[in-house]
T-cell receptor
Framework: GAGVSQSPRYKVAKRGQDVALRCDPISGHVSLFWYQQALGQGPEFLTYFQNEAQLDKSGLPSDRFFAERPEGSVSTLKIQRTQQEDSAVYLC??????????FGSGTRLTVV | SQELEQSPQSLIVQEGKNLTINCTSSKTLYGLYWYKQKYGEGLIFLMMLQKGGEEKSHEKITAKLDEKKQQSSLHITASQPSHAGIYLCGADRTGNQFYFGTGTSLTVIP
């Protein structure tokens, strides 16, 4: 596609519910990143994939957060047993590997 | 600790006024990016700077990277309400991780 596509655009989850956020990167982009942006703050790194390999997951805040990219293209960020502090915009970005990052529009997650 | 500090944290200007946002790094930058974000939405790429002393412009926005490649500024001339949003600088970190500045919230009053 022309850009990085994220879905859903908005998600409201009840506390304790599991959610799955999807990122469809630009075709051919090797690198894929997930970021979490709390209201009024800058994005914080969550995890990084190079093709299907998850090379860095140091930013995942707890073991309730899990990301995968099984075929090296589409990625899913899963959050289990959502808590209110998980409410944020989740941004996905992709790149060819040498800069030139393209960000998606994000998924706004609200946990009630 | 934040490796990229932005200032000011927030800015309120009258339409038509000029403004500058700064991004300062504790380390030499090898690729400095500026993004704009509308509230609650994704990031919009503005410009990328790589060389010391480099300056780029797009419409009424000009970004510069200093010679030492540790500070960048974003200057908006004759601001408009459409310029409102959060401005983020970002940089490459070794290991393919990208990190962001602290952000600057811009409000333009008509």
């Amino acid at each position: 596609g022309a850009g990085v596509s994220q879905s859903p655009r908005y998600k409201v989850a009840k506390r304790g519910q599991d959610v799955a956020l999807r990122c469809d990167p630009i075709s051919g982009h090797v690198s894929l990143f997930w970021y979490q942006q709390a209201l009024g703050q800058g994005p914080e790194f969550l995890t990084y994939f190079q093709n299907e390999a998850q090379l860095d997951k140091s930013g995942l805040p707890s073991d309730r957060f899990f990301a995968e990219r099984p075929e090296g293209s589409v990625s899913t960020l899963k959050i289990q047993r959502t808590q209110q502090e998980d409410s944020a915009v989740y941004l996905c970005a992709s790149s060819l590997g040498a800069g030139g990052y393209t960000f998606g529009s994000g998924t706004r997650l609200t946990v009630v | 600790s934040q490796e990229l500090e932005q200032s000011p944290q927030s800015l309120i200007v009258q339409e038509g006024k000029n403004l500058t946002i700064n991004c300062t790094s504790s380390k030499t930058l090898y690729g400095l990016y500026w993004y704009k974000q509308k509230y609650g939405e994704g990031l919009i790429f503005l410009m990328m700077l790589q060389k010391g002393g480099e300056e780029k412009s797009h419409e009424k926005i000009t970004a510069k990277l200093d010679e030492k490649k540790q500070q960048s500024s974003l200057h908006i001339t004759a601001s408009q309400p459409s310029h409102a949003g959060i401005y983020l600088c970002g940089a490459d970190r070794t290991g393919n991780q990208f990190y962001f500045g602290t952000g600057t919230s811009l409000t333009v009053i008509p």
